[in-house]
């Protein structure tokens, strides 16, 4: 295993100084890093992929691999997950990448990378609910996928699916075009019901949340009446839907009500927690649901998403929270595993955002200290040291979006990715310009 340089580095200087218990302590640490992590290279995508080998070791043989984030946002940390996604397809024969996006619209995306279908630029820039990806990074990983597919045989292409239920209306409008297909009987009988299609933003849910906030109760039962029973008709119906259409697509527009009416489910909840739940447990279902139709998934999501422990959050540190990835692990067990990831500084210079460095007794302050770029930790990697075991072990905090995540390291990950300076994603214009405005 390629040891990290920067370690030594800093060993040289430890051992310049006076012995304390303190410089033991972090000798000890850094010998275990030595031995369970691997310095990654470069961010670039290259033919030479050795500086990744431990990603074999650390999957092992894992059929979910999900790759964290710290924010949305961070362009090292898109540039290693392209590397990431490009070794674990070449190497161990991944073909699925999901994507914390609508699942709505990830047909789109399919398409294009499976056959070429549309301009890549345009899916990007004009799918609702994409500005979040529409960036030069994620349009460098779809190409890639799209080239590599170009080469494959139909079973070994890289599929692509969304596991989000915030974008629901252009899942309604797939669903009563098939409908008016498959029974337009029913679909004379709703076409008119309140599904409130006028309050939701699939670009922007807190718009849509927001307006549900100022429904009255009574507009609120009716809309969970409608969606519930949209979602109840179409399940129903399988058997007489799948013979007037076909399997692969009445199980499209199946699992797209079951999103639409999570989707209401928490537009309609007042509670922030239960709302956040709602959403945890949906996309955990639509994995289950894309695991079932694929072996191996690549599962790209934030690192409150992916954790396997429960964890709690700097601004509700009343509550534990068992998310998407906990509620996944129960499942997959052995055959998921979680890589988060971390960062130290930075800034968006565009936005005037600066990230201090992290705080020395933080995850991401400690893994600072080993002086290195990029590098890859092994969580899974026991230790006899009991300081070693008791940082693996017990509650620490890390950076996530804006405020901080204290879990478990070893529970809640299987391995961290870090990156020591960061700076902005590079949205693509029309997106930016949305987002300017």
Known sequence: ?????????????????????????????????????????????????????????????????????SRHDIHEQFMLKHRFIKYLVEEMNFTTFALEASLPYSNKINDYILNGDGNIEEIMSNMPAWFLWDTQEMKNILNWLYEYNKGQEAENKVNFYGIDIVAPNNGLEQIFEYLQDVDNLYFEQIKNENFGRNIIEDNQWQISQQRYSELPEEEKQILLKNYNALFEHIKLNKDNFISTSSENKYDWIFKLSYSANEANKMFSETDRLKMGLIRENAMANITFWIKERNKNIILWSHNLHIAKAEFTMSIMLENKIKGMGYILNQKFGNSMVSIGASFNQGGFQNENITFEPAKPNTIDGTLAKLNTDYFILNLKGNSENKDIEEWLNKDNSMRVQGFEMICIPKKSFDAIFFTNTISKVNYNPITLEKRRN
């Not at 990290?4 to 200087?13: E, K, N």
């Not at 302590?25 to 431990?54: A, G, M, P, R």
């Not at 999957?59 to 984030?69: H, I, P, T």
């Open 1 to 69: 295993m390629k040891k990290i340089l920067g370690v030594l580095f800093v060993l040289s200087i430890i051992v310049s100084c006076n012995n304390s218990p303190s410089q033991d302590k972090y000798d000890t640490f850094s010998d275990w890093v030595l031995q369970n992590s691997q310095k990654i290279e470069t961010l670039e995508i290259t033919e030479k992929q050795d500086d990744l080998k431990l990603l074999k070791q650390i999957v092992g043989n894992a059929e979910v691999v999900c790759l964290g984030e």
